[in-house]
């Protein structure tokens, strides 16, 4: 099976993160936008094709080790990155649901960032 492209991989597990509670909001919607925009540098219309397809990934997939298998290679300052990008997800409509909690968790856990590391992130992101 090909691998994975990175930036596929992390819109695919905030895509899934959005809607995890069974709605994805507006604030939502646009924290998933405006990350995946600054995350990898594409405007408007290519980070919405990013989105369609991750969406079509996320819905084809059974769990997350596709997606967190393409971020293996990433060094810890970029696998940081993409946990304080899901939390500012979560936090985007000032709600936590605790199948959001979960997920991050199991993310982070799976890309090998410390429950430490993870918690820092969440309170640095629930205060913004």
């Known amino acids: 099976m090909l691998s994975m492209e990175p930036k596929l991989a992390v819109a695919a597990l905030l895509v899934h993160l959005a809607a995890i509670d069974g709605q994805v909001t507006d604030a ?3 924290a998933l936008e405006g990350t995946l925009m600054d ?6 219309s290519e980070v919405s094709k990013l989105i369609a397809e991750a969406t ?3 819905q084809e ?3 997350f080790y596709r997606f967190t298998s393409a971020l293996s290679s990433l060094d810890n300052g970029e696998k940081l990155e993409i946990i304080r990008m899901m939390w500012q997800v ?3 409509d000032k709600k936590n649901h605790e199948l959001e909690d979960n997920m991050v968790w199991r993310i982070a856990e799976l890309i090998g960032i410390s429950a430490r590391q993870r ?5 640095q ?4």
């Open 125 to 128: 992101m629930a205060k913004s």
């Open 56 to 58: 079509r990934q996320d």
């Open 39 to 44: 995350y990898t540098g594409l405007g408007d």
């Open 28 to 30: 939502e919607r646009e």
């Open 119 to 123: 918690t820092t992130l969440r309170n």
């Open 61 to 63: 997939s059974v769990d």
């Open 90 to 92: 979560v936090f985007a």
